[in-house]
C-alpha cells in the first residue's frame, strides 16, 4: 500500500504542467502605480518568462530562461535592467546548480542550488499545484547582488477584489533575516499564477504587484 501511495503522489506531483500566458499587472510603491507587462512561454519542459515596466523615463525588465522537471525549476539564465539598482544597472547571470557566472558581478557560488527571481515565482506556483505548503528556496537578489535563502508556508486562503471579480487564492509567505516579508497570492484557477503580491521592506515601506486584467493564456 505504502509503496502505491508513494507512486500516486509521484505521479501526481509529475503531471503538473504550466501554460503560456501574457498578463498585465499594476505596481505601486511611495505612492505612485506603474504599469508592468509579464510574459511566459512554454515549450515543452523549457520556459522563457519576461517583465517589463515603465517608470517614468525609465525601463526596467528581466528576462529569464529556465527548466521544470516535474516539481523542481532550475534556473538557466536572466538578465536585467534595472535604472534604480546601485552599478551595474544592467547585467546577465548564467546558473549552474550552486554556481553563478557573470561577466559583470563575477562568480558567486552559494551552499545550495539557486533560482534568480522569476523562476523563483514559478517554483512558487509549482509547490503550490502540488501542495507543498513549507519549503526554503536559494533566490539570488538582483538588487543586492547576493543569494539569500527565503523559508515559504503556506499561511490559508483568502479571497481577493480584482477589477475582474473575486478571486479565490492559496496565501504563502516568504520570510528571510536580510530581506522583509513578501506575500503571495496564488489562484488555482488562473493555472496557480501569482495574481498579487506584496512587499514589505526593512524600512516599513509596501510594494505591492496586483493583476489589472484578466490573463491571456495562449493556445499550444
Given at each position: 500500500?505504502?509503496?502505491?501511495l508513494?507512486l500516486?503522489?509521484?505521479?501526481?506531483?509529475?503531471?503538473?504542467?504550466?501554460?503560456s500566458?501574457e498578463?498585465?499587472?499594476?505596481?505601486?510603491?511611495?505612492?505612485?502605480?506603474?504599469?508592468l507587462?509579464?510574459y511566459?512561454?512554454?515549450?515543452g519542459?523549457e520556459?522563457n518568462?519576461?517583465?517589463k515596466m515603465?517608470v517614468?523615463?525609465y525601463?526596467?525588465?528581466?528576462?529569464s530562461d529556465?527548466?521544470v522537471?516535474?516539481?523542481?525549476v532550475?534556473?538557466?539564465?536572466?538578465?536585467v535592467?534595472?535604472?534604480?539598482?546601485?552599478?551595474?544597472?544592467?547585467?546577465?547571470?548564467?546558473?549552474?546548480?550552486?554556481?553563478?557566472?557573470?561577466?559583470?558581478l563575477g562568480?558567486?557560488t552559494?551552499?545550495?542550488e539557486v533560482?534568480?527571481?522569476?523562476?523563483s515565482?514559478?517554483?512558487?506556483?509549482?509547490n503550490?499545484a502540488?501542495?507543498?505548503n513549507?519549503y526554503s528556496?536559494?533566490?539570488f537578489?538582483?538588487?543586492k547582488?547576493k543569494?539569500?535563502k527565503?523559508?515559504?508556508?503556506?499561511?490559508?486562503?483568502?479571497?481577493?477584489?480584482?477589477?475582474f471579480?473575486?478571486?479565490?487564492?492559496?496565501?504563502?509567505?516568504?520570510t528571510a533575516?536580510?530581506?522583509?516579508p513578501?506575500?503571495y497570492?496564488?489562484?488555482?484557477e488562473f493555472?496557480?499564477?501569482i495574481?498579487?503580491s506584496?512587499?514589505i521592506?526593512?524600512?516599513?515601506?509596501?510594494r505591492?504587484?496586483?493583476?489589472?486584467?484578466?490573463?491571456?493564456f495562449?493556445?499550444?
Open positions: 500500500m505504502r509503496i502505491l508513494a500516486f503522489v509521484s505521479l501526481s506531483i509529475n503531471s503538473y504542467e504550466f501554460k500566458y498578463a498585465k499587472f499594476q505596481f505601486q510603491a511611495m505612492g505612485f502605480s506603474f504599469p507587462n509579464r511566459f512561454t512554454v515549450e519542459n520556459i518568462t519576461r517583465v515603465n517614468f523615463f525601463t526596467y525588465s528581466i528576462d529556465f527548466a522537471d516535474g516539481n523542481s532550475t534556473s538557466k539564465k536572466t538578465s535592467k534595472d535604472p534604480f539598482r546601485d552599478e551595474p544597472k544592467k547585467f546577465s547571470l548564467a546558473f549552474d546548480g550552486k554556481n553563478i557566472t557573470s561577466k559583470e562568480t558567486i552559494a551552499e545550495a533560482l534568480e527571481q522569476l523562476a515565482d514559478a517554483q512558487v506556483r509549482l503550490a502540488n501542495g507543498v513549507e528556496l536559494s533566490i537578489d538582483n538588487t547582488s543569494v539569500i527565503k523559508n515559504y508556508k503556506l499561511t490559508g486562503e483568502e479571497e481577493i477584489s480584482t477589477p471579480g473575486l478571486i479565490n487564492t492559496l496565501v504563502v509567505e516568504a533575516d536580510e530581506v522583509g513578501i506575500i497570492y496564488i489562484a488555482p493555472d496557480y499564477l495574481i498579487q506584496q512587499a521592506l526593512k524600512n516599513g515601506e509596501k505591492i504587484l496586483s493583476l489589472k486584467e484578466r490573463p491571456k495562449l493556445a499550444e
